[in-house]
């Protein structure tokens, strides 16, 4: 499965974003998408996560209640809602696939960008 994210950029503390993760190539009904943040000088992060096929949403604890996943089965697509965001949302995000049970990612897209100023 190939992955594209988009959407990120540079905000205030306070406003919100939209990431957006476009899928090809392959059924998606066994996998789980997630979202995973690097900031710099960090190790990676897991932020929020959807079953394809049932819709099933988790958070971390740092963004539930403000980070809202969302997946279109028609277009193919994951989007990370990100409201309130704060300065330590600051990050390199991005969206990856792994089949539902596994230990590591089938797929990986190539990040894009969010900073958050104070």
């Known amino acids: 499965v190939q992955l594209q994210a988009s959407g990120g950029g540079l905000v205030q503390a306070g406003d919100s974003l939209r990431l957006s993760c476009a899928t090809s190539?392959?059924?998606?009904?066994?996998?789980?998408m997630d979202w995973v943040r690097q900031a710099p000088g960090k190790q990676r992060e897991w932020v929020a996560g959807?079953?394809?096929?049932?819709?099933?949403?988790k958070y971390a604890d740092s963004v539930e209640g403000r980070f809202t996943v969302s997946r279109d089965k028609f277009k193919n697509t994951v989007d990370l809602q990100m409201n309130s965001l704060k300065p330590e949302d600051t990050a390199l995000y991005y969206c990856?696939?792994?089949?539902?049970?596994?230990?590591?990612?089938?797929?990986w897209g190539q990040g894009t960008q969010v900073t958050v100023s104070s």
């Open positions: 990856a696939a792994k089949v539902r049970g596994a230990s590591e990612y089938a797929s």
């Open positions: 190539g392959r059924s998606l009904g066994a996998f789980v």
């Open positions: 959807i079953t394809w096929s049932g819709g099933i949403k």
